[in-house]
């Protein structure tokens, strides 16, 4: 919805919109897109306006207050913890459509949190795997296993850290 927002689009341009931005973070088909769109036709949240360019049908979608409505909804609302990567960087892109600094903040604020929680989580994953010895023909596994861990770790570190120099960037 958020790339309706920008800009009314028939189904192909919004699948070449997702293509050169989301999806770099989120995969979608161009049949998930299309379910989408018809999901938000029936629940009014989009419309179509049907024109013929070029002898040819274009339905062109736009987004209506109500789908405005949920769409600011879903930005302020909780970041699942199983989606925390996906849904902070959804978010981020769209910031932009959330006028009131006050809920950029919150919204930054509550990924923050989550953010924290689970680096919170990775920390203590590692601080009781140190003490664990592991037979000889698992070292090699379980090595990988830690250097995966690790790996999370720095990247909830960075997102962390970057999420924190936004927060403080809208303070000002």
């Known amino acids: 919805m958020g790339l309706l927002m920008i800009q009314n689009q028939t189904l192909y341009?919004?699948?070449?919109?997702?293509?050169?931005?989301?999806?770099?973070?989120?995969?979608?088909?161009?049949g998930s897109l299309q379910t989408a769109l018809?999901?938000?036709?029936?629940?009014?949240?989009?419309?179509?306006?049907?024109?013929?360019?070029?002898?040819r049908l274009k339905k062109v979608y736009r987004v209506l207050p109500a789908g405005r409505e949920e769409f600011l909804r879903w930005m302020k609302s909780e970041t699942p913890d199983h989606k925390?990567?996906?849904?902070?960087?959804?978010?981020?892109?769209?910031?932009?459509?959330?006028e009131d600094r006050t809920d950029k903040q919150s919204i930054i604020d509550e990924i923050l949190v989550k953010l924290e929680r689970?680096?919170?989580?990775?920390?203590?994953?590692?601080?009781?795997?140190?003490?664990?010895?592991?037979?000889?023909?698992?070292?090699?596994?379980?090595?990988?296993?830690?250097?995966?861990?690790n790996y999370g770790l720095g990247a909830h570190r960075y997102a962390r850290d970057w999420f924190g120099r936004l927060r403080e960037e809208l303070q000002e």
């Open 118 to 149: 689970t680096w919170d989580g990775l920390k203590r994953m590692e601080w009781e795997l140190e003490g664990v010895e592991v037979p000889e023909p698992y070292r090699g596994i379980f090595r990988y296993q830690l250097l995966t861990l």
């Open 13 to 30: 341009e919004l699948h070449q919109s997702f293509k050169r931005g989301i999806s770099l973070f989120y995969s979608a088909s161009y």
């Open 38 to 55: 018809k999901k938000l036709l029936d629940k009014e949240r989009v419309a179509c306006a049907e024109l013929v360019e070029n002898g």
């Open 84 to 98: 925390l990567e996906v849904t902070a960087l959804s978010k981020l892109f769209f910031l932009g459509h959330v």
